[in-house]
């Protein structure tokens, strides 16, 4: 029985609330830890002294007596009373801890027990440790590919990150993330370099914006000041007053070149230029270290964003053994290293700690022996694709298709305020490029964000704002400019569910305005759904004017928690949506979801499968009776909404008894969505099909000049390809 404590079962955002006596001591149980399911126990120690509160954790992850917490408390309360150094064993035992940790990930990944690659902090981990020291639990921080220190100093949780570079289930991300890649207790770690930055700043929006009082960390190296989108974030942080502190690990080395090999110009005045605040320590200097991470901590927590510099040093090999610096070089830091110096002053204590340490580690690691890898089965299973089969007339709304985007979105944040739209001149009275935003910022201030150029960045930030439990729709103005976010999309927001095993979902949409026929030329005409199709997890939909869009966009609200990419076609935006009609022909729309659009003849049987997306769609059509008129086939044309996942069963329906498909596509045919869809019909009906086509755009960049796009895009003569791939087809 633990006499004289006050036990309590309470949520960490109640914590600072409920414990307002001081020179008192508490065993916390956290009731909602997800990682220890019968409670993350702690002692918490307050006290008050010259008219400052101090508060210090005991203990954590720990079986410590209540004797030893008084102990605990004790020291702390001399410390603090006698201006001594703030710097107690606990730190000194938690870096230790760390230090161990890795040792043995690189024992272990010599004798062939661990796969893939593991980067210790080795003399770094002070920083994550002084800056964890000055974090609250609901605070979160965001690290990278060198993140054990991080995680342990803010998490505790030795036994979940030793599991998970063992490869186990039971591991943080069930052995799936492995060592770059750990999500547990607010903390989330990405190797890529500089991308976790903007996502970062969106989940500390989030957090803005529900008013927590909380704030985010993330960690970079100065090997990663050579990314864009750190500056990209530098400038959205600062406009917007986003509360992250960004702490960038100056350890002297990227990878295995000099930091001034690398970097020209200072490093503070780089953050200094974007008008953020800035800090600067050292990690061989601890009591200074950690009065800056509480000044540092205590700044963001008060608003704006802030730079911390931390020079440090690695005094291990960048990854497993790929070390060329000069010996004497790194025997200076291991002298001045604040653990060894400490070990030298204190070595009876050191080697108590390490006893017990070392102990501890390997139980884990003998108990990793017994636990088992995550099957593959149970990692991924691919749901049931379900065709209704079922037609309906067309919708005829009597609208535009960009009123009616425009609608959705006036709708449905009036009902959702977690919506928010995201875009490059979204404000109101210019509304966007294309005018979807049209009245949404005089109507709804606080669900609009207008952002500069930097399509990285704000397709980052609405990553993290998705993470943070907002819907994010992020409008890239011209779809060709959608390359500039694909680290974003493939390298995050598609990974983010089953790399961290489902703890977090990523509702992000993404809507981008694609197609030629207006004369914007090269690189303001393309059609680039081919580079997304094939991204996993990530749903692509592409609008066509036969289909209400507002009856997509609140499918999609509705039904999606994982990343969407929407492609709007430019030309369509000025169409009237479901008015279209062709002589001798029905058109209807599936029962589903995402419906399909079905032009089909009413008084013959037809012999030609056509398939087409997007704005094409309504020139296949307007193609139909010439395709007739020059092949003597009778087309029937299926228009898909949903290109990705794509379910071919209406297809297959209709080649099942034409046994002839053509695709069309506006983008170029090389490796595009035409030849999946010829390729999965095949795959099904083999020798079924007597002919397989595809028609698109040609492989050069679309020119201004109407002539030559016209001559370039297939919109105009799609009745005239289609003859020559038939002929052709007949020639062989």
């Known amino acids: 029985m633990l006499t004289n404590a006050k036990i309590d079962k309470i949520k960490p955002e109640k914590k600072t609330k409920r414990y307002l006596d001081y020179d008192s001591l508490y065993l916390v149980v956290d009731s909602k830890s997800k990682k220890h399911p019968k409670g993350r126990k702690y002692w918490l120690c307050r006290i008050e002294f010259q008219g400052k509160e101090y508060k210090r954790v005991f203990g954590e992850y720990e079986n410590i007596t209540l004797e030893e917490a008084r102990d605990f408390r004790r020291d702390f309360k001399t410390t603090v009373r006698q201006g001594l150094s703030i710097i107690d064993n606990d730190y000194y035992k938690k870096a230790l801890l760390i230090r161990r940790t890795e040792g043995k ?38 690290s990278n590919h060198r993140c054990h220190g991080h995680y342990i100093a803010h998490t505790g949780d030795v036994s979940g990150l030793i599991l998970e570079l063992m490869g186990k289930e039971s591991g943080t991300c069930a052995g799936i993330g492995s060592s770059q890649h750990l999500c547990t207790d607010n903390f989330y770690s990405n190797g890529l370099q500089g991308g ?10 989030s957090c803005k914006k529900q008013q927590k009082n909380t704030i985010g960390v993330v960690f970079i190296g100065d090997g990663t000041l050579g990314e864009g989108v750190v500056y990209e974030t530098l400038n959205l942080i600062s406009l917007l ?42 990690t061989w200097e601890l009591d200074n270290l950690f009065n800056d991470a509480n000044k540092s901590v205590e700044f ?25 610096r000069d010996v004497d070089e790194v025997a200076k830091y291991v002298k001045i290293d604040p653990l060894n110096i400490f070990k030298d002053k204190n070595i009876d204590l050191y080697n108590k700690m ?31 694709l379900e065709f209704s089969r079922k037609y309906i007339a067309l919708d005829n709304v009597g609208d535009r298709v960009v009123n009616r985007i425009n609608l959705f979105f006036h709708e449905s944040i009036k009902t959702d305020k977690s919506i928010i739209f995201i875009g490059e001149d979204v404000l109101s009275p210019y509304g966007g490029a294309f005018k979807v935003a049209k009245g949404l ?3 709804y201030p606080e669900n609009v964000i207008s952002t500069p150029i930097s399509e990285q960045a704000i397709s980052g930030l609405s990553n993290g704002l998705a993470l943070g439990g907002y819907r994010p729709y992020l409008e890239i103005m011209f779809g060709d400019f959608i390359t500039l976010a694909m680290d974003q999309i493939i390298n995050h927001a598609s990974k983010f569910h089953h790399m961290y095993n489902g703890q977090v979902v990523c509702p992000i949409v993404i809507r981008t305005p694609m197609g030629g026929g207006r004369g914007y030329g090269p690189t303001h005409s393309q059609t680039l759904d081919k580079f997304l199709v094939g991204i996993d997890n990530v749903s692509v939909i592409a609008l066509n004017a036969f289909i209400d869009p507002k009856y ?6 509705k039904n999606e928690s994982h990343p969407v990419i929407v492609i709007e076609n430019k030309v369509d935006y000025g169409r009237f949506v479901g008015n279209q009609k062709i002589d001798f022909y029905s058109i209807e729309r599936s029962l589903d979801t995402y419906p399909v659009v079905r032009c089909t003849p009413t008084s013959n049987t037809p012999t030609l499968t056509l398939v087409s997306y997007g704005g094409i769609a309504v020139d296949a059509m307007d193609a139909l009776h010439d395709i007739f008129k020059y092949t003597e086939l009778i087309p029937e044309l299926i228009i898909l909404s949903k290109i990705s996942r794509l379910d071919v069963t209406p297809i297959i329906d209709s080649v099942k008894i034409t046994k002839r498909i053509i695709t069309i596509e506006e983008g170029g045919k090389i490796f595009g969505i035409g030849g999946e869809i010829i390729s999965q019909v095949n795959e099904l009906l083999g020798a079924g099909v007597i002919l397989s086509k595809r028609i698109g755009a040609k492989p050069v960049p679309i020119p201004s000049a109407r002539s030559t796009e016209d001559w370039v895009l297939p919109n105009t003569t799609i009745a005239s390809d289609i003859l020559k791939e038939v002929q052709n087809d007949n020639h062989k």
Do not use: W
Not at 196 to 205: D, I, T
Not at 316 to 323: A, F, G, L, M, T
Not at 367 to 377: C, D, Q, T
């Open 105 to 142: 990930f690189l024992e272990l990944f010599d004798q062939g027990k661990m796969n893939g690659t593991v980067h210790t902090c080795n003399g770094q981990e002070f920083s994550g440790i002084a800056i964890s020291a000055a974090l609250r639990k609901d605070d979160f921080i965001f």
């Open 196 to 205: 976790s930055v903007p996502v970062a700043a969106g989940m500390a929006l």
């Open 241 to 282: 007053s986003i509360p992250l502190l960004i702490v960038c690990e100056n350890n002297q080395y990227a990878q295995s070149t000099k930091l001034s090999h690398n970097l020209a110009g200072d490093i503070l005045r780089r953050a200094e230029a974007f008008d953020i605040e800035v800090f600067h320590s050292n």
């Open 300 to 324: 963001v927590r008060k608003g704006r964003p802030a730079f911390h510099l931390i020079d440090t040093y690695r005094l291990n090999h960048h990854s497993k053994s790929d070390d060329n």
């Open 354 to 384: 390490l006893s017990k340490i070392d102990n501890d580690i390997l139980k884990i690691v003998k108990k990793s022996e017994k636990s088992v890898e995550l099957k593959g089965g149970k990692y991924f299973t691919s749901s049931k």
């Open 441 to 443: 910022s005089e109507k």
């Open 552 to 557: 997509i966009y609140d499918a999609i609200h």
